[in-house]
């Protein structure tokens, strides 16, 4: 009895001792997300450890901190920015440039009470150009929108 317990401990210590070994250590990545065009940091770039929920923000220099493993990939994302991924291959330090992703940034419609993709959009969108404003004779701002695109009812009241 006492062989078998002495045998088990010491097959139990060797299986710990080789996964501790072939276990990945976390170690600390920093460095600094720029755009770029004029190689200025981004703040609030979003910095996660792939397939993981583990990851952090880019302060407003830039510059990030990160406790990651070795062999992971991190995924830099920000709106109005192409996402990237970066092997971390047991590099500390990780500078990463973004580029401007301007298919995205074409799909946004301003609306009077925020921003909506163009596709989730719904009714009439219509556009008044400096022409058709210039063309009229008007007295104030608002008049200005009331009526050139037939698909625009404006309403003042009365006073």
């Known amino acids: 009895m006492r062989k078998f317990n002495c045998n088990l401990f010491l097959s139990l210590l060797s299986l710990l ?3 501790g070994f072939t276990q990945v250590q976390a170690q600390t990545i920093s460095g600094i997300v720029t ?4 190689g200025e940091g981004i703040p609030g770039v979003n910095i996660l450890i792939k397939n993981t929920t583990s990851g952090t ?3 407003v220099d830039g510059n ?3 406790e990651a493993p070795g062999d992971a990939t991190l995924v830099f994302s ?3 920015f192409e996402t990237q991924e970066v092997n971390v291959a047991g590099r500390q330090v990780l500078n990463v440039l ?3 992703d301007l298919t995205e940034l074409s799909e946004v419609v301003v609306v009077g009470y925020g921003t909506q993709r163009k ?3 719904t009714g009439a969108v219509g556009s008044i150009t400096a022409e058709q404003i210039t063309a009229r004779p008007i007295t104030s701002p608002d008049q200005a929108l009331a009526g050139p695109d037939c698909r625009s009812k404006y309403h003042q009241p009365s006073r």
């Open 35 to 38: 755009d770029n065009t004029n």
């Open 98 to 100: 973004l580029a401007a």
């Open 57 to 59: 923000i880019s302060d």
């Open 78 to 80: 920000f709106v109005g």
């Open 119 to 121: 596709v989730d959009l």
């Open 64 to 66: 990030y901190n990160l």
């Open 17 to 19: 001792v080789f996964l």
